[in-house]
């Protein structure tokens, strides 16, 4: 059988468009709920403060974007960006279930054009969005672009460990729990994905090079659950 690969945007869009309805159950099947605490220290990490605009880039069906949310307060915004339209419909839902009143705006856009002026935000965060983008270099010079001098950004994604045990396992992981339980959801080919994109993302150090090539003043990528996620800190 012939393994489909993803590599043009379109795909990238039709991918999350496709498996919108079932992203949030499985992330928290397959991280074992995990995730939100990755989630909720990058979120730290950009540090939002009451009355703060803030930008989630990739926000898919918006878990930083809400974080965030809770963060700035009623008196600040948080635009949450994305090309899939139906991972947006999931975050206007989720949005519609809660009870409480949130700054939260969502815009269909390209993270490689971001459709704001230069220094409108106060802070940003990305969640396993720069693995995903056809090109990561305009994606960080985008983002810079639209921060504030002085801003921060945390960019949350899979990493590949340093150690090859850990390496051996995180490989282990995706084969054996990752493929299986997608398939198991009928979303075999989308999560096959997963592993050629982290194969080519550039690594912690590349990462930070990345960033000072495009402006940022201070970068530094942390490691998280022995490297097998990473969090890329910036500050403009
Ligand atoms: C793995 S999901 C992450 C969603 C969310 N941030 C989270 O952490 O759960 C990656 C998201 O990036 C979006 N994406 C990829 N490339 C994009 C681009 N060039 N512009 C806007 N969104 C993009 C996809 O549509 C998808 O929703």
């Known amino acids: ?3 489909k690969t993803f590599t043009s ?3 990238i869009q039709e991918i999350f468009d496709c498996i919108a309805p079932e992203y949030d159950r499985l992330n928290d099947r397959l991280s074992l709920g995990q995730h939100r605490i990755w989630k909720a220290m990058t979120v730290k990490w950009s540090n939002p403060n009451l009355g703060d605009t803030a930008l989630d880039v990739c926000c898919g069906s918006g878990d930083l974007a809400f974080m ?3 963060k700035v307060g009623i008196s600040g915004k948080v635009v949450g960006l994305d090309f899939s339209s139906r991972q947006l419909a999931i975050a206007v839902h989720k949005q519609e279930r809660r009870s409480q009143q949130l700054p939260l705006e969502w815009i269909e856009g390209d993270a490689l054009a ?4 230069n220094n409108y935000f106060d802070c940003a965060t990305m969640g396993y969005g720069l693995r995903n983008v056809t090109n990561i270099p305009l994606s960080l010079q985008e983002l810079h672009r639209v921060l504030k001098p002085g801003a921060k950004a945390a960019i949350l994604d899979f990493h590949r460990p340093e150690q090859a045990y850990i390496r051996a396992f995180q490989q282990w992981y995706l084969d054996n729990i990752v493929v299986p339980t997608a398939r198991e959801f009928k979303m075999m080919e989308q999560y096959a994905y997963l592993a050629p994109s982290l194969a080519k993302f550039p690594q912690g150090k590349e990462q930070v090079r990345l960033a000072f090539e495009v402006g940022f003043k201070q970068a530094n990528h942390y ?5 097998m996620m990473g969090v890329l800190v910036l500050s403009k």
């Open 223 to 227: 490691p998280l659950i022995g490297g």
């Open 9 to 11: 945007a379109s795909d």
């Open 1 to 3: 059988m012939n393994q």
């Open 68 to 70: 965030l949310a809770q």
């Open 114 to 117: 971001l459709p704001f002026g």
